[in-house]
């Protein structure tokens, strides 16, 4: 695969997120003003990418993945928020509401993942 939709390789970073995004729009800027070259991969226009979801879930725990703070959340119906119990139904929000996914989600160029924006964090993942 190439270009938007390309998983992360050892030597390039990839931001998954949307675009209008207030914490997506100043983590991209960090990483230019820091010249950390990544490729951006637009949850609106190119959806979750299920075949990296699993992974993510392992990394980080559903938890942290899913946004409870967030506007789409609050948005939810009671009873669709009840049903968020574990990975399995976590994973089928996520790719059915993409937008409920705490953003950013960055794979850095050596495989490791980080949700949202931490400044003190991503510094330690920048040479």
């Known amino acids: 695969m190439q ?3 390309s998983p992360t390789t050892a030597s390039h970073v990839t ?3 949307i675009p209008n995004c207030d914490t997506v729009k100043k983590a991209r800027s960090w990483l230019t003003e820091h010249g950390v070259a990544f ?3 637009d949850f609106k226009k190119l959806g ?3 075949e990296l979801l699993p ?3 392992a990394a980080v725990g559903w938890e942290k993945l899913v946004n409870r703070k967030g506007t789409t959340w ?3 119906d009671d009873a669709t928020r009840a049903a968020v119990v574990d990975a399995a139904t976590a994973s089928a929000l996520m790719l059915a509401n993409p ?3 705490k953003r950013p989600v ?3 160029g050596d495989g490791r993942l980080t949700v949202g924006f931490d400044v003190t964090q991503w510094l330690g993942f920048i040479p």
């Open 106 to 108: 960055v794979v850095w």
């Open 3 to 5: 270009g938007m939709n």
């Open 39 to 41: 490729v951006f991969h």
């Open 99 to 101: 937008s409920v996914i």
């Open 48 to 50: 979750v990418p299920a």
């Open 15 to 17: 931001v998954f997120g």
């Open 55 to 57: 992974g993510w879930l």
């Open 74 to 76: 609050r948005q939810l």
